[in-house]
């Protein structure tokens, strides 16, 4: 159950993974405690419940890194950003200069990344820069981190230095879209294929172990180091192609990173493997609605609907993109069906309000 409720966490669907971690959390060994906390920290951060994962958190968190950096993301989206910084500080000073003195520099990598951009945010640019830097020392392929820098840097005024860092940036990005070349020959080890889904809630059989690379996308997911958790996923993809989570998370990291075309492409992709499978028809909607696409969206949007009538996250996306279009009336209907299948759904709640106050 842990494992599917971490599955659900890498397709973002912060609440299905709360309904399979709660009770995992409430009895669960000593061994896994913090794997646990973890799992269910993130699923309250994609629910927009950032409170409940401060409160598993907060010196809980063993000294590990990467929940510590969990802890300070909680605590940002929180609203609670001088809280994020304290909390980050002490492992942020010990940072080192060398990335070669670390194991593994890409968790420290993380740790500069979100530092930096919480010091930029409260106007604290020349200390942003600093340690935008280090995270380029530190993982010298992360497009985000480049582009962070070459914000601090515009903001600090030093503008030939910023556009050196844009243009490593965009470099990173060109790189990342270009055809791969094939791998070697290898052998793998066959891995049973992801079952196709009816529905985003069905996963009523044990899910199959992840892969090496997918266990590596999700400990990087968590960290905050999206480039690198694509690397990962892609790396699984050209190991087993038909592998649907695979290709699921690459979807959903590159609509992260906010690269439309990429996902609509990797979404697409996905969609050839299982035409009738209204998860990635979701997807590729999604996708869609990221290149502004609207009429594609909608096309899909409603396909996914119906070939799956309980598909609550279309259904909310598909009122989001009616509420831009002034179709106020399906879009209500559309959002009550939401509430009446899932009381708790916040998001619906929220436009359904946006709808009855007219602000749309």
Known sequence: QLLRGRIRVLRGDGPGALALLKPVLA?????????????????YLLAGQPAEAIKLLEGRTGGVPSLVLLTAKAQRQAGNAQAAMATLQPLAAKLPEDPNTVP?????????????????????????????????RFHS????????????????????????????AEELAKAASAPRP??????????????????????????????????EAMRLLSEGQNEAALAAVQREIEVSPSDLR???????????????PEALRAAEAALALQPENPD???????????????????????????LAPRHTAAMNDLAVLLISQKKTDEAR???EEVLRLNPQDRTAAANLEQIKKGGA
């Not at 009895?27 to 699923?43: C, F, I, Q, T």
Request: glycine share 4%.
């Open 104 to 136: 593994d520099p890409r968790p420290a990598a993380g740790i500069a990344m979100e530092y930096a951009s919480l010091l930029a945010a409260s106007g604290r640019t020349a200390e942003a820069v600093t340690f935008f830097e280090k995270a380029t």
């Open 280 to 306: 990635l028809v979701y997807q590729r909607g999604v996708a869609l609605m990221a290149t502004r696409n609207l009429t594609g969206a909608e096309a899909d949007l409603r396909r996914a609907i119906q």
């Open 27 to 43: 009895n669960h060994p000593a061994s896994v405690d913090l794997e646990v906390r973890r799992a269910a920290a993130e699923a």
């Open 182 to 215: 094939a791998r070697p020959a290898v052998a793998p080890v066959p891995e049973p294929a992801a079952p196709a889904p009816s529905a985003p809630a069905s996963e009523a059989a044990a899910a199959p172990v992840l892969s090496a690379n997918l266990q």
């Open 333 to 335: 209907k559309l959002l």
């Open 246 to 260: 695979a290709r699921t998370l690459q979807v959903r990291l590159l609509l992260t990173l906010q690269r439309g």
């Open 141 to 168: 392929q992360s497009r985000e981190a480049w582009a962070g820098l070459a914000r601090a840097l515009t903001a600090s005024g030093r503008e030939a230095e910023a556009q050196q860092a844009a243009a490593r």
